[in-house]
């Protein structure tokens, strides 16, 4: 494919004008002015078009749209106890496979090519993910407070292994199995010693909550004595790379502890922001040098996978919180939506438009109104754009999405079956 006439923004977030770019197979093979003779593979014209990396959204909990605006107007521990909770335990793979697919739906849409989820169900997450060619770190929330359950006899293990399997069957490295461990208020100690062990010893990643309210803090000293980030890192959870989402709440030397043990977080602002936990601490994470990273979390408390809306609000709600226009440059922004995840991912060749990477793109129409004129296209890119103006994402060098079309997905089964789900799962909780 040769991606010809094109703006794009390159590996060190410089806008390069009119230039050309060939991929082989999964990879980039060639940026540059001239453009390849006799070139005679598909050609897409790139004229009032730019070009980034896609984005990784590294907090997730994808098949969650099946919830999206379910149980509104309810305080965080009734929302959870008495709608959320209930409707999930009616879940099976195939309504996860289709939520899925309607999530991987809203992501292509919005840029993204890979994201981290935490959730359970697997084999159908999985199914989605296989067909719709996105890239993921999947993993199974591991809860269960009162430590009643051997890890290693649960579903969370018993799935976490279904995956390394299946993986290692089809030889891919676009899906990766990573171990969750759900939140500390969610899991007693010896189980979470336990499983980070295991996490360690067989080198996958984690996935955890942190911090993510005042009552989590409150709950966990008075537990154990100390924050959840200490808690974790008594743990050993930290032992192996780990992202955690949210971390709103963070106090003395957790900053230290999580940039010494290379812990991503997960930023989730409109999850924080609608669940109504706060704020995190951005400016305090990143002149710690911790990698932040950009997530949606699940569409029950966001409501919705755009990724284009979450980089806008991280983009202004920090610079209103510091109340320093400089905080968050739109370079910055763009490499924590990337780069930085990809990093945090295990995935080296990905995260930036460089050649040798992996060609994973998203191609934006400039040719609209509110994308006109262009004085500056990484500013129309943070603050102007909406997720409409995305007219193609492509990953491993595949068209996964392009002008209103999905490439591997039939929207009108999903948006069939998503319903039929719906009914069927209502049924099932007021009986
Ligand atoms: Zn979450």
């Known amino acids: 494919m040769l991606i010809k006439n094109i703006t794009l923004i390159d590996e060190n977030y410089d806008v390069i004008k009119d230039t050309n770019i060939v991929i082989e197979g999964k990879k980039i093979s060639y940026i540059g002015k001239e453009i390849p003779e006799n070139y005679n593979g598909y050609i897409y014209d790139g004229r009032n078009k730019v070009a980034t990396t896609g984005f990784i959204n590294t907090h997730c909990h994808v098949p969650m749209t099946l919830l999206r605006g379910y149980g509104e107007g309810l305080p965080l521990d009734r929302w959870l106890g008495e709608k959320i909770w209930p409707f999930e335990s009616f879940l099976t793979d195939e309504d996860c496979y289709y939520g899925s697919l309607l999530g991987i739906s809203e992501m292509f849409k919005s840029g993204v090519v890979s994201f981290n989820d935490m959730y359970f169900n697997l ?89 993510e309210t005042e009552l989590e803090i409150k709950e966990c000293k008075r537990r154990f004595g100390v924050t959840p980030v200490e808690y974790f890192l008594n743990c050993g959870t930290f032992k192996s790379n780990t992202i955690a989402a949210h971390c709103v709440y963070l106090e003395g030397d957790d900053f230290d502890i999580l940039r010494e043990n290379n812990v991503t977080v997960a930023h989730c602002p409109s999850s924080n922001l609608k669940l109504g936990s706060g704020i995190a601490p951005l400016k305090s994470m990143l002149e710690h040098d911790i ?101 193609l994402t492509i990953i491993d060098g595949d068209i996964v999405y392009k002008d209103g079309i999905f490439t591997n997905i039939d929207m009108e089964k999903v948006c069939y079956n998503i319903n039929r789900i719906k009914k069927e799962k209502l049924k099932m909780v007021t009986k």
């Open 123 to 211: 084999e159908g997450i999985l199914k989605a993910v296989y067909e719709t060619g996105i890239k993921a770190n999947l993993s199974y929330g591991y809860a269960d407070i009162e430590g009643r359950k051997d890890y290693f006899n649960g579903n969370a293990y018993k799935e976490t292994k279904m995956l390394n399997e299946y993986i290692k069957n089809i030889n891919t490295d676009r899906i990766r199995a990573d171990v969750s461990i759900h939140a500390v208020y969610t899991s007693c100690e010896d189980s979470v010693k336990k499983i980070s062990e295991y996490c360690n010893n067989t080198d996958m990643n984690m996935h955890i909550h942190l911090s």
């Open 291 to 391: 990698n932040v990273t950009i997530g949606t979390d699940g569409a029950a408390s966001n409501n919705n996978l755009n990724m284009i809306e979450e980089i806008n609000l991280a983009a202004l709600l920090h610079k209103g919180v510091n109340k320093d226009p400089l905080f968050l440059s739109t370079k910055e922004v763009m490499k924590i939506a990337s780069l930085n995840a990809a990093k945090a991912q295990g995935r080296n060749d990905c995260g930036a438009i460089k050649v040798g990477n992996r060609a994973d793109i998203v191609i934006y129409d400039f040719d609209r109104p509110h994308m006109q004129p262009v004085h500056d296209v990484l500013a129309n890119l943070i603050y102007s754009a909406q997720s409409d103006d995305i007219c």
